[in-house]
């Protein structure tokens, strides 16, 4: 089967996402980026800039189209030709404008929240990365509809909501032949990974390592992620604050010393605000890092096991709640048999987010939905 694959902001996690995708999936694709930057420019623009470059595939006859989020599908669909229109589409959701905080503005622009509403109303399926990513979309979309002052779309949502599916994205790296055993002759060494920005909440994060510090617990620190232009005061400070258990600090580039940096980590922390699924967390799990998360958004769901089995691994969303969950686990790495128990469970609760199984699924999916618009035709 050949997919059209239009991926308007190609880098971070959608690129990823896409690119490992390809890599292990049995179609035929072709896929067709504008670069990861000036994400409010993109989402104006992609419709037009990737009609003209499907306008260099004359002889192409794609079987599907699948986009992300960051694309105007409903603008697509109009601009692009009338074979290209008829093809099914897609929509695969990483993130939604409306659920994301935006905590420098005084008002939201909802130019671009109702792009994703009415992009979801054009697709034929829309995919969302989590289960809570959908169900917060419904939810928080029919609330904002609501403020309208008439001609409310709210039948339109049921729609979108009948024709929407969960599809877990996968992860890219081996989950069963990474773990290492804890080295009880070296402390703690704890991983924040995650963009440096307000909504990943790095502050709870320090505050919970101050706490720490007072207490006299021994660790060290991993803290990496990719910064803004301008590094927020908050990261330069804790540079220098924390600097006697830093290990690794900032953006790491290349892939295999990023992965290193995950498997010489113990616990993998995260202090979000907001996540659509997770996969920075994810991908440290996968390699035995064993999670210490906020009881809230993605969490509870893409890591279910530990939820169940561990749930002192999810913290109440205070700075004092995170730093007990830390030194518990400060105690336990000196008992081989129980930390051990833990990495244990690391693998189990990642296995199903295997690119081999995750591609079969997709793969799949995009057949069936193929068919049936093929049926729907005759």
């Not at 008002?107 to 289960?131: P, V």
Request: aromatic share 12%; charged share 20%; net charge neutral.
């Amino acid at each position: 089967m050949r997919i059209l694959a239009l991926n308007p902001y190609h880098g971070g996690s959608h690129k990823a996402f896409i690119n490992s995708w390809i890599k292990h999936s049995r179609h035929e694709w072709t896929l067709l980026t504008l670069p990861a930057h000036h994400w409010k420019w993109r989402m104006r623009h992609a419709a037009i800039t990737l009609t003209q470059q499907i306008s260099r595939y004359p002889n192409q006859n794609w079987d599907i189209i699948f986009c992300t989020d960051m694309l105007n599908l409903a603008e697509f669909n109009g601009l692009a030709t009338p074979a290209t229109q008829k093809l099914p589409k897609i929509l695969y959701c990483h993130e939604s404008q409306l659920i994301y905080p935006d905590k420098h503005s005084t008002e939201r622009d909802n130019h671009y929240s109702f792009t994703n509403f009415i992009s979801a109303l054009t697709a034929d399926q829309i995919w969302f990365n989590s289960n809570w990513h959908k169900n917060v979309f419904i939810t928080t979309t029919k609330k904002w509809l609501k403020n309208m002052p008439d001609y409310q779309p709210l039948s339109e949502l049921n729609t979108i909501q009948h024709k929407s599916i969960t599809q877990y994205p996968g992860l890219d790296i081996d989950c069963f032949s990474q773990h290492r055993h804890p080295q009880h002759d070296k402390p703690l060494t704890i991983l924040w990974a995650a963009r440096w920005e307000d909504d990943k909440n790095p502050e709870l994060f320090f505050k919970a390592i101050d706490l720490l510090i007072q207490d006299g617990i021994h660790f060290q620190l991993n803290i990496i992620g990719a910064a803004p232009k301008l590094t927020p005061p908050l990261f330069l400070q804790a540079q220098q604050k924390y600097a006697a258990f830093i290990n690794n600090w900032g953006y790491i580039n290349n892939r295999d010393d990023y992965l290193s940096v995950l498997h010489e980590s113990d616990l993998v922390v995260s202090t979000a605000d907001h996540e659509f699924f997770g996969i920075a967390v994810l991908e440290a799990v996968s390699m035995g890092c064993i999670p210490i998360l906020p009881d809230k958004l993605a969490y509870p769901e893409t890591l279910s096991l530990f939820y169940q089995q561990a749930p002192h691994c999810f913290y109440d969303g205070n700075a004092s709640s995170l730093a007990n969950a830390l030194k518990l686990f400060s105690q336990l790495i000196y008992q081989t048999d129980q930390f051990n128990h833990y990495r244990e469970l690391t693998k189990t609760a990642t296995s199903q987010y295997s690119w081999d199984k995750r591609s079969i699924e997709m793969d799949n999916a995009l057949s069936q939905l193929v068919t049936k618009h093929c049926s729907d035709k005759k």
